[in-house]
Nanobody
């Protein structure tokens, strides 16, 4: 079983920055993609950024040039968020895809407001 734990959310003013972290534990092996999704009330969860086991990245158009996904080892994935906007306010979820198995974290709230 795989567990994902996010941290780093909070309240930030427009134009500010936050860094989210996701620590994965459990039996992780093979080709694994890691990503960040976000969700606001009444809307579907949407992809923010993804990084593959080979290091390739992909971003939603709305965050390109402002957000950066990275990983520093087999356990931790980051989402650096700069130039935050009020529309970035959401619950952010860490995601891991291993084979056909999807794993999710519990979510961390990011609020961008003055």
């Amino acid at each position: 079983q795989v567990q994902l734990v996010e941290s780093g959310g909070g309240l930030v003013q427009p134009g500010g920055s936050l860094r989210l972290s996701c620590v994965a534990s459990g039996s992780i092996f093979g080709r694994v993609s890691r990503g960040w999704y976000r969700q606001t009330p009444g809307k579907e969860r949407e992809l923010v950024a993804v990084i593959t086991s080979g290091g390739s990245t992909n971003y939603a158009d709305s965050v390109k040039g402002r957000f950066t996904i990275s990983r520093d080892n087999a356990e931790t994935t980051y989402l650096q968020m700069n130039s935050l906007k009020p529309e970035d306010t959401a619950v952010y979820y860490c995601h891991l895809l291993m084979g056909l198995m999807n794993y999710w974290g519990q979510g961390t709230l990011v609020t961008v407001s003055s």
